[in-house]
């Protein structure tokens, strides 16, 4: 059973930063970020493969980091100049070497203005 446990959501000003950590279980290929706002649609805000090749929305691209530790199979999202657009639930998700998708509990940025 693969389960992720994210952390590191909250509350800050417009231009703030934020760093989300997201721990999984299991063997993992995969891991990324999506998130989802109210009167939304979840959106991909970027990805990363164990081999470190990344790709990123264009709404973020320049302004967040993805990154991973695999030893530890943890990923983390670095979020600098936060816009009050930003705010969602962020998801974390992580695809095992068995096929199988594994999704954390979200966590809610909020960027006020």
């Known amino acids: 059973q693969v389960q992720l446990v994210e952390s590191g959501g909250g509350l800050v000003q417009d231009g703030g930063s934020l760093r989300l950590s997201c721990a999984a279980s299991g063997s993992i290929r995969s891991m990324g970020w999506y998130r989802q706002a109210p009167g939304k649609q979840r959106e991909l805000v970027a990805q990363i493969t164990s081999g470190g090749s990344t790709d990123y929305a264009d709404s973020v691209k320049g302004r967040f980091t993805i990154s991973r530790n695999n030893a530890k199979n943890t990923v983390y999202l670095q979020m600098n100049s936060l816009k009050p657009e930003d705010t969602a639930v962020y998801y974390c998700?992580?695809?095992?070497?068995?096929?199988?998708?594994?999704w954390g509990q979200g966590t809610q940025v909020t960027v006020s203005s």
């Open positions: 998700t992580a695809q095992s070497v068995y096929g199988m998708r594994a």
